[in-house]
């Protein structure tokens, strides 16, 4: 598998912007709703990058694509926290607005990403004889 870095792959990037902007929410919620429901949202969304980061640094397209798909399991469990967190009032709408395009395009991205990893798998291997 090459060695592309991480740091460079748009999903990677957006996972990042949005795990950062739930925690610039988050840490300035008072100690019961941090210890609740702000530490579970931040480690969700903190384990997506984490998991693509891991994925591409395991060395081969199966692994990789087993860590993406935990990252998008990720997404999911991170969307269900913020549902959570509306519905009680942590967060409000102007910060939902904000979140929404960030989820809206990253769940596309980690499709596509693990799409271009399972072709790389089912590429046949040539040899130059």
């Avoid at 929404?100 to 046949?124: C, D, G, H, M, T």
């Amino acid at each position: 598998m090459p060695n592309n870095s991480f740091e460079n792959l748009q999903v990677y990037q957006l996972a990042e912007k949005l795990a950062d902007n739930i925690w610039k929410t988050v840490v300035k919620w008072d100690s019961f709703a941090k210890d609740t429901v702000g530490k579970q949202i931040v480690k969700a969304a903190d384990s997506i990058g984490a998991n693509i980061a891991e994925g591409n640094g395991r060395g081969s397209y199966q692994d990789n694509r087993r860590f993406v798909r935990i990252a998008r399991g990720s997404l999911y469990e991170t969307r269900h926290w913020l549902r959570r967190a509306y519905k009680r009032n942590l967060l409000n709408d102007e910060q939902i607005t904000e979140l929404k395009p960030l989820l809206e395009e990253l769940s596309p991205k980690l499709n596509a990403f693990l799409r271009s990893i399972s072709q790389k798998i089912e590429e046949p291997v040539t040899s130059n004889q």
